[in-house]
Every structure is written in C-alpha cells, then in structure tokens.
C-alpha cells in the first residue's frame, strides 16, 4: 500500500493519495531479467511502459464495491493486475492483459453528458465508472479500509524507527518505508502513457518516459514526475543513407536552433496538455530554462510533473544512478538515509533556491561511497571502460557511455555496515575540503575546482557544468555543521543505545532538530531562516521563466 503526499508549491495545493487495495498475483519473472537477476535499466523501462499501455485509470463512486467494478470491466478482458487508492476520492489502475480490451473499454464509454459546462471531446484511457444502479450497501466502507499509509509523517517515522534494535535496521526501515511502491511506479508510467496520447496526436510515434527519481531507484514516495518527449524514432538520426541512386527525404521546417524547436514542441504540446488533457491543470510553460519544461499537476494521480524534450542526458544519468543503486544494497539505504535527514534539517527544500539538491545529494553519497577503503561502487571512468560496442552513446559532444550489463562488473569486497557508513559519510563532510576541492564521481577522486561555487559538484556527463551551482556559502555551512554534529552524535553512547522505543535514540536522534544551532540563538537562526526562504522564494519567481533550478 502505498501513500503518497505531496506538497505542489507551485499551485499552494497538497494531493494525497492513498492506495487501498491490492489483490493481484505477484508479479511474474520476466524475460527481461538478466543472469544474476537484475534487469537492465532498459529492460525494465521497456516492460513497465509496456504495461502502462495495456493499462486503464479510473474514477470510482466510493459506495461500488470493488468487486462489482473489476466483475464489469473484466467483460471486455483478462484483469492481470489491479489497485485502487485515494486521492481526491477513489481511484482504481486495471492493467489488462491484452491490448485489445483496452480498445474494447474505449469503444463502450459514453461521453458525459454535462448540464452547465460544455466538454472537452478528448477521449483517454482515464474514464470515470459511473453507478446507475442503488448504490452497494454491504460496502460503504470500501474506501475506509485504508492499510499502512506509506508515507509517513516524520514523527510517526521517528516512532517507528525508535522501536528497531539496531541502527542499520533504523536505516533499512526507514528506506523501506520512503521508497516508491511497485504500484506507485506503475501509476508513474501510466500518466507519462497518458501524456503519450495527448501528444501524439501531433507526433505519433514519440514516447513520454519518466526519468530521474521515479525510475532511478532513489525516488521517495510523493517526489515529483519528470518526463521526457522522446521524438528519436521521429527524427530520422539513425537511418542509413544510401551512396548512390535516390533517397526519399520528407520536408521539414527548419529553425536556427535545437533549443527553438525544443521549445515549439513544449509549447505547442503544453498547450494541448493545458486545454485537452483531463485531469491536468495548473499547466506552466517554462520554456527559458536551461532545460525547458512544461510543468503542471496530474489530479488523478497526484503527481506534480515536469515534462522535458531532448533531455537524452538526464535520461543517461538516470540510468547511471539506477545502476549505481542496484551494485549493492547500502547504497540505496544510505541515500534514502541522507536524503531524509536532509529534509529533517531543512538542507533540502521543496522550494527552488540555493539548497542543496536531492539529485546533489545523491551524488555526494555516491562519491563517499566510492572513496571507501576498499570502494564500495566503481568509478564511472571504470563503467565506461567495461562498456561493450552496444552501450556506446555520445549525446551532443558528451561522451555518455558505460556499460549496462551488471554481470560485467565486479565488486571489492567491503564488509562496512550501514552504521558505520553512515557515520563515516557525516565525518568525511564535515571535514572535506569545499574549497578547493570538486567532487568527481566520473574519476572517483576530488579534483581542483575549476570554479568559484561554494559547492561544485561535477555533472557526471556534461562535465563542464557544476550540479550544484544553485548551491550558496549559506548553505553549504550549514550542512557542514550538521554532519559535524551528526558525526559526534553518532559516537556517543547515548545515541547508541537502543531505548527499544518511543524515546529517541541512533539514527532517529539525528532526525531531531539540531542542538549546537540551537544552542547558538534561536531567535537568530529564526531571523536567518525566514530571511532565507523569502530571498529564495524571490529568486525562484525572477529565475522561473529564466532556469530551472
Ligand atoms: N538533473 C541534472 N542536473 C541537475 C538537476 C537535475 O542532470 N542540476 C537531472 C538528473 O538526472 C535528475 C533529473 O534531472 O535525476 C531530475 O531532476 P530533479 O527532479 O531535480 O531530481 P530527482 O533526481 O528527480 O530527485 P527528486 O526526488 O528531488 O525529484
Ligand atoms: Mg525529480
């Protein structure tokens, strides 16, 4: 079950969503896996958007029994697998097995008759079920029976986190409760199949893809949705032509720059999504960002998304982190670890500004984690050597290739425990040498800093460009500080000693807000924070149609 909550800053509006039910069979093992048992980055794409496509969404009257819903949509097919949860009322996903009864679903529906408002004729695969019949006595409570909400308040993680027995479980407990769910991954790929169908009605054969934290193995439940407009198969790059005789080319417009047409595209498809797409709204168009975007709320499901075009890089380092994730268990945990006590300390924010980011974060877990002696994860020069022809990929002048298949890659073999990492992690921060040094996962080793940011973190492909730019002195001290704080409170007693709950102890006493800055003044700390966040506010609306952050 899962629950995701979510604060969308931009439209001031919070969707929750719960889901309730789950009655299908465990997911079968797939072709797609490898020899070892993880599948590449690729292969799991291509089978969760395939069974978006197979996939229907649903509004559902809240006094219809699940069970009469899924008996009358089964007429039309074989239901493999289905989920309902809450979100703005209840909402059921049904994956059918064939295509087929996707279109015989589509055939059936009737269009809404409205009395005051006129409609949109747009028709897609999100329907409503409609109860023309007395509605289900015996299951008034079909939408009560809420299991686990998964993600949980921070205090009520911190309680459960309390009871463990030892730190590494604390930190084991805490990812499996901030991870995405299977089924929370599959509605991710049903609203990107969703938006497919709106644009495709310009671009038939483009593809929207998720990439960063929903596919890349560190997304906390409730983080955003960001896609991709892949117009590849569109664009002809990969056609050979012949040496002699004639060739047929279609004519095309031309434009002087690959970001003008990047942002006709989000323009033109942003608008459709504005005005045809159901259950879009608060669509932005921001489209002179570094990276353009269209981005806006998907009401159904809850997800804040941020759609992109010819952003094959992002899609790159999505993989990269997947990869990275999937070496070894720690590193997931340790991510979701920092990531959370980052938020805890409001190092991170939901607000674009001079914060560290998640994706920052992650990056800076992964360089510690590769400075370990022996190193838990390989560099990336290292992945790149181990690529095979087919992995090779240059994506504008920026060599983004390593390899893909993890049964080519080979582990030290560190036997560190999550306690002793994550300690280790907070000392080699609260000690590390900003700066002179850049942080470099590509080489694995800090290098000079070709810059003056505060933080620079080089971008593992377009290396060139800090990641962490956005990132101000403020900031970075801060962060500084609470590792150094973290670091000893992690060597003493007291906070080793499991209290067996609810009294705070190991990683959950890291979560509490911070002593020494408590100690210094709170009044000032006050002042600095509100100061803070109102100059960041500000700089996020003057830099909204400029960058994105
Ligand atoms: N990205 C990047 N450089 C940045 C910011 C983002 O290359 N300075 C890419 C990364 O691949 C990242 C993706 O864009 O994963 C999405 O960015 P963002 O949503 O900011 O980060 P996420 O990793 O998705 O993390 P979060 O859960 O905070 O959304
Ligand atoms: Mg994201």
């Given at each position: 079950t899962t629950c995701l909550q979510r604060v969308d800053t931009f439209l001031g509006r919070s969707f929750g969503t719960n889901v309730v039910a789950d009655q299908s069979e465990t997911p079968r093992k797939d072709e797609a896996e490898e020899k070892d048992g993880r599948k590449s980055f690729y292969a799991v794409q291509a089978e969760r958007q395939e069974q978006a496509e197979r996939s229907v969404l649903f509004s559902c009257p809240s006094r219809t029994s699940e069970r009469k819903i899924l008996k009358y949509l089964s007429r039309h097919g074989?239901?493999?697998?289905?989920?309902?949860?809450?979100?703005?009322?209840?909402?059921?996903?049904?994956?059918?097995?064939?295509?087929?009864?996707v279109d015989s679903i589509l055939e059936g529906a009737a269009i809404p008759t409205a009395s005051h408002e006129s409609t949109v004729p747009f028709k897609s695969r999100l329907l409503s079920v409609r109860n023309l019949g007395p509605a289900d006595s015996s299951n008034q409570q079909s939408s009560k029976h809420d299991q686990s909400q998964t993600t949980i308040p921070i205090n009520e993680l911190m309680k459960r986190l309390s009871r463990e027995?030892?730190?590494?479980?604390?930190?084991?407990?805490?990812?499996?409760?901030?991870?995405?769910?299977?089924?929370?991954?599959?509605?991710?790929?049903?609203?990107?199949?969703?938006?497919?169908?709106?644009?495709?009605a310009y671009f038939p054969e483009c593809t929207i893809k998720p990439f960063g934290s929903s596919v890349n193995g560190f997304g906390k439940l409730g983080c955003d949705l960001d896609m991709f407009l892949d117009l590849d198969s569109i664009s002809g790059r990969n056609i050979k032509t012949p040496k002699s005789g004639l060739l047929l080319e279609y004519q095309m417009k031309r434009t002087n720059s690959e970001r003008a047409v990047t942002q006709s595209i989000l323009s033109v498809i942003g608008t459709c999504v504005d005005q045809f797409g159901p259950g879009c709204v608060g669509v932005q168009k921001i489209l002179n960002a570094r990276c353009p975007l269209v981005r806006f709320a998907h009401q159904p499901s809850g997800f804040q998304c941020d759609l992109t075009a010819n952003n094959r890089v992002a899609m790159k380092s999505s993989e990269l982190l997947y990869i990275y994730g999937q070496l070894d268990p720690r590193v997931r945990c340790l991510v979701f670890t920092v990531r959370c006590w980052a938020r805890a300390h409001g190092i991170t924010s939901s607000i674009p500004g001079a914060w560290i980011s998640n994706f920052s974060l992650t990056v800076m877990v992964l360089f510690f984690?590769?400075?370990?002696?022996?190193?838990?994860?390989?560099?990336?020069?290292?992945?790149?050597?181990?690529?095979?022809?087919?992995d090779k990929c240059v994506i504008e002048g920026n060599d983004c290739t390593f390899v893909s298949d993890f049964s080519k890659i080979q582990l030290q073999s560190n036997t560190e425990t999550l306690e002793q990492l994550l300690c280790e992690f907070f000392e080699f921060y609260a000690t590390f040498t900003f700066t002179k040094s850049s942080i470099n996962i590509r080489k694995g080793?800090?290098?000079?800093?070709?810059?003056?940011?505060?933080?620079?973190?080089?971008?593992?492909?377009?290396?060139?460009?800090?990641?962490?730019?956005?990132?101000?002195?403020?900031?970075?001290?801060r962060f500084v500080a609470l590792c150094q704080e973290s670091s000893w409170l992690l060597q003493q007693t007291e906070t080793l000693t499991p209290t067996g709950g609810p009294t705070p102890w190991g990683l959950t006493t890291l979560l509490l807000p911070s002593q020494i800055a408590g100690i210094k003044s709170r009044k000032k700390r006050g002042r600095e924070a509100a100061s803070e966040r109102i100059k960041g506010l500000l700089e996020s609306l003057k830099n909204k149609n400029q960058q994105k952050s």
């Amino acid at each position: 079950t899962t629950c995701l909550q979510r604060v969308d800053t931009f439209l001031g509006r919070s969707f929750g969503t719960n889901v309730v039910a789950d009655q299908s069979e465990t997911p079968r093992k797939d072709e797609a896996e490898e020899k070892d048992g993880r599948k590449s980055f690729y292969a799991v794409q291509a089978e969760r958007q395939e069974q978006a496509e197979r996939s229907v969404l649903f509004s559902c009257p809240s006094r219809t029994s699940e069970r009469k819903i899924l008996k009358y949509l089964s007429r039309h097919g074989e239901i493999k697998k289905h989920f309902s949860y809450e979100s703005y009322g209840m909402y059921a996903v049904a994956e059918f097995e064939n295509r087929e009864s996707v279109d015989s679903i589509l055939e059936g529906a009737a269009i809404p008759t409205a009395s005051h408002e006129s409609t949109v004729p747009f028709k897609s695969r999100l329907l409503s079920v409609r109860n023309l019949g007395p509605a289900d006595s015996s299951n008034q409570q079909s939408s009560k029976h809420d299991q686990s909400q998964t993600t949980i308040p921070i205090n009520e993680l911190m309680k459960r986190l309390s009871r463990e027995g030892s730190i590494a479980q604390q930190i084991t407990s805490l990812t499996e409760a901030y991870q995405l769910t299977d089924e929370n991954i599959r509605l991710r790929f049903l609203v990107c199949s969703l938006l497919r169908d709106i644009a495709a009605a310009y671009f038939p054969e483009c593809t929207i893809k998720p990439f960063g934290s929903s596919v890349n193995g560190f997304g906390k439940l409730g983080c955003d949705l960001d896609m991709f407009l892949d117009l590849d198969s569109i664009s002809g790059r990969n056609i050979k032509t012949p040496k002699s005789g004639l060739l047929l080319e279609y004519q095309m417009k031309r434009t002087n720059s690959e970001r003008a047409v990047t942002q006709s595209i989000l323009s033109v498809i942003g608008t459709c999504v504005d005005q045809f797409g159901p259950g879009c709204v608060g669509v932005q168009k921001i489209l002179n960002a570094r990276c353009p975007l269209v981005r806006f709320a998907h009401q159904p499901s809850g997800f804040q998304c941020d759609l992109t075009a010819n952003n094959r890089v992002a899609m790159k380092s999505s993989e990269l982190l997947y990869i990275y994730g999937q070496l070894d268990p720690r590193v997931r945990c340790l991510v979701f670890t920092v990531r959370c006590w980052a938020r805890a300390h409001g190092i991170t924010s939901s607000i674009p500004g001079a914060w560290i980011s998640n994706f920052s974060l992650t990056v800076m877990v992964l360089f510690f984690l590769q400075r370990r002696n022996p190193p838990i994860i390989p560099t990336l020069d290292h992945l790149r050597d181990l690529a095979g022809p087919a992995d090779k990929c240059v994506i504008e002048g920026n060599d983004c290739t390593f390899v893909s298949d993890f049964s080519k890659i080979q582990l030290q073999s560190n036997t560190e425990t999550l306690e002793q990492l994550l300690c280790e992690f907070f000392e080699f921060y609260a000690t590390f040498t900003f700066t002179k040094s850049s942080i470099n996962i590509r080489k694995g080793k800090e290098q000079n800093k070709p810059e003056v940011a505060p933080l620079h973190i080089q971008n593992p492909f377009e290396t060139s460009l800090n990641v962490s730019k956005n990132v101000n002195v403020t900031q970075l001290e801060r962060f500084v500080a609470l590792c150094q704080e973290s670091s000893w409170l992690l060597q003493q007693t007291e906070t080793l000693t499991p209290t067996g709950g609810p009294t705070p102890w190991g990683l959950t006493t890291l979560l509490l807000p911070s002593q020494i800055a408590g100690i210094k003044s709170r009044k000032k700390r006050g002042r600095e924070a509100a100061s803070e966040r109102i100059k960041g506010l500000l700089e996020s609306l003057k830099n909204k149609n400029q960058q994105k952050s």
